[in-house]
């Protein structure tokens, strides 16, 4: 059964950083596209970070571009995203997402992880 499996995430201050990461298993990783898309209390599914199968092509939001950085490990099955200068607005469940199309910033992947939350005080 493919598991997608969330770390990282909690309270943070604003301007602070944290480190999301998502472990797949079950799943020829290396054949999948990756992405975080996030969903913020009582708002539709957002995306955030996208990135190629080989790790070559990034694709962010233009909310969180210059701030987040995804990137992949394709040795260790796993995606993360690196959050830095963090605003309230950030505040979300995060989720990571795998498809194995190539990389797009729609919703429509194929697998999900069941989220972690991540909440930004002013």
């Known amino acids: 059964q493919v598991q997608l499996v969330e770390s990282g995430g909690g309270l943070v201050q604003a301007g602070g950083s944290l480190r999301l990461s998502c472990v797949v298993s079950e799943l020829s990783f290396e054949a999948y596209s990756m992405a975080w898309f996030r969903q913020a209390s009582g708002k539709e599914r957002q995306f955030v970070a996208s990135i190629s199968k080989g790790g070559s092509s990034t694709f962010y939001s233009d909310s969180v571009k210059g701030r987040f950085t995804i990137s992949r490990d394709n040795a260790k099955n796993t995606v993360s995203l690196q959050m830095n200068s963090l605003k309230p607005e950030d505040t979300a469940v995060y989720y990571c997402?795998?498809?194995?199309?190539?990389?797009?910033?729609?919703?429509?992947?194929?697998?999900w992880g069941q989220g972690t939350q991540v909440t930004v005080s002013s």
């Open positions: 997402a795998a498809r194995s199309r190539i990389v797009g910033v729609t919703p429509d992947y194929d697998y």
